[in-house]
């Protein structure tokens, strides 16, 4: 492990569940796969601080997806908002970069790597006839620690058959490496590559049996490039408890029941302040930066991904938050969790408390993501009823929408045309049915509707929940158009699409 260390740097468901059960019979109980449950009080934090935290998130964020608490190693509250569900997989963003990084702790440790490694050792096919001089000295650490020399963030993606190793090499590099933070999502892809070419392994496949066998993820999957590479930066999904071993297992040093599963040196170094990103004391990205972890206030540091997907880990405290959801305020969340979860931790249990413990769970059972306002019908939905209005060419590529309200009792049916191919989908009233949808740049996928009538519209919500993604859509009849507006709550463009205006067929 000399080669980590010698870095200069560091020396030495539909339903929301929440399972708390009784000290006799629950208290350290897991299943083969799952992590042990016990009460809050039992390890130490109070349910009501936890019901405070979980009311101000579901009130402050739009919108959190999931939320799971471990204390001493031990789930102690966990939740998720409906149509989200425990056992449904989530897309991870930038949160699987922390996965990456233990991918190339591993090979390390194995002999198969060094950090000392210059980037173009790994593809003398793909380097530039004449490689600059900073290009020659990056190395495997700067890749990690977000100081390629870049001052702009290679794009890999759209790049016409290329490899995208290609494409990273021949993007300038005007700074000497390991000087300039910049963050580089396609700088993590290259460690996926350099994973995949020293051990003839894609990063999901040599993780498999290190990682997620004996973590007991099941069915973890990743999105890999047309190279066939793993995405490395973005593209991981798993369930929330799995986020939540992940960094049980960082706590634990990189042991689990009795196994080193991660040199602890590496989980030293890899969560240690590697290199400086801003000097803002409220901010939680400017706190210093590892190997793919950002360092946080509180001596706590964390993976994690875009809209609000976290892994934090607070060793002073021995807990673990994991956290999905779709908000453009990433710090809010955290700011919530420093406010109203860290002063709860106490050092020694804390007297039963039932009517909190039953407080915090029907509070939890309860969770719901935000359905449209209105009534199940209105006098316009019959006007509207079974026309099929129709759209010219646009950016959508919405081609029609029809509605049918009151179908089978269950609310009103959105048939929409999308690039071709007709979908229907039925909208619960007060509640979500599910269905499967594309749209926009969204492929196919799982997705959950939910609908209204204001006075003058339908207002339907669309929610990807293996994402953190919702589509609001109001229609509103004008004459004999039909105006269309989509808004997304995240989205990586802009989240208001251009209003459409369609004509009765």
Request: glycine share 8%; hydrophobic share 35%.
């Amino acid at each position: 492990m000399k080669a980590i260390l010698n870095t200069g740097r560091l020396l030495p468901r539909i339903a929301i569940i929440f399972l708390m059960a009784s000290h006799l019979c629950m208290a350290g109980s897991h299943s083969a796969s799952g992590l042990p449950r016990s009460s809050p009080e039992a390890q130490g934090v109070s349910s009501s601080a936890i019901r405070e935290f979980v009311e101000a998130a579901d009130r402050d964020v739009n919108a959190m997806n999931s939320f799971m608490l471990v204390r001493h190693g031990q789930v102690i509250a966990e939740g998720w908002w409906t149509p989200y569900a425990a056992e449904v997989p989530h897309t991870l963003y930038s949160l699987s970069k922390s996965f990456t990084s233990t991918a190339v702790g591993l090979a390390v440790a194995e002999g198969k790597l060094s950090i000392h490694d210059e980037v173009l050792k790994f593809f003398p096919e793909d380097a530039p006839s004449e490689p600059t001089n900073n290009l020659k000295a990056m190395r495997l650490h700067d890749l990690l620690r977000m100081s390629t020399g870049h001052q702009t963030e290679p794009r890999l993606s759209g790049t016409n058959g290329v490899p995208w190793t290609k494409v990273f090499l021949a993007h300038p590099v005007p700074h000497k490496p390991g000087t300039h933070f910049l963050y580089n999502t396609a700088g993590t892809y290259m460690q996926s590559a350099i994973v995949q070419k020293a051990t003839g392994q894609t990063v999901l496949d040599y993780l498999r049996p290190r990682l997620f066998d004996p973590l007991g993820i099941e069915n973890p999957t990743w999105d890999t490039s047309p190279q066939g590479i793993s995405l490395g930066g973005y593209g991981l999904n798993l369930r929330t408890e799995d986020i939540a071993k992940f960094g049980q297992l960082y706590l634990q040093k990189g042991q689990w029941h009795g196994k080193q599963l991660v040199p602890a040196a590496w989980v030293e170094a890899a969560t240690a302040r590697q290199t400086s990103n801003g000097s803002n004391p409220k901010s939680d990205w400017d706190q210093g930066y590892g190997y793919q972890f950002w360092r946080c206030r509180h001596g706590a540091y964390r993976g994690d991904g875009a809209f609000g997907q976290y892994c934090l880990v607070m060793p002073d405290q021995d807990a673990v938050v994991a956290i999905t959801s779709g908000t453009r305020d990433m710090q809010l969340v955290l700011n919530l969790i420093w406010d109203k979860l860290l002063p709860a931790f106490q050092q020694s249990p804390l007297p039963e408390n039932r009517d909190e413990e039953k407080r915090l769970k029907d509070t939890l059972a309860s969770l719901t993501l935000r359905m449209p306002e209105g009534g199940a019908s209105s006098p316009i939905a019959a006007k509207l009823s079974g026309k099929e209005f129709r759209f010219p060419a646009n950016n959508q590529k919405l081609e029609s929408v029809k509605l049918e309200a009151g179908v089978n009792g269950r609310g009103t049916s959105l048939t929409l045309r999308i690039n071709g191919t007709e979908h229907r989908i039925a909208c619960g009233h007060k509640n979500w049915e599910k269905g499967r949808l594309a749209y926009g740049s969204l492929t196919e996928q799982p997705v959950a509707a939910s609908g209204a009538w204001p006075s003058d519209a339908y207002t339907a919500r669309l929610c990807f929940y293996e994402r953190p993604t919702f589509i609001t859509v109001n229609l509103r009849p004008s004459g004999d158009e039909l105006l269309y507006d989509a808004e997304y709550n995240v989205t990586f463009g802009p989240t208001k699409q251009p209003q459409l205006t369609g004509r009765a067929n």
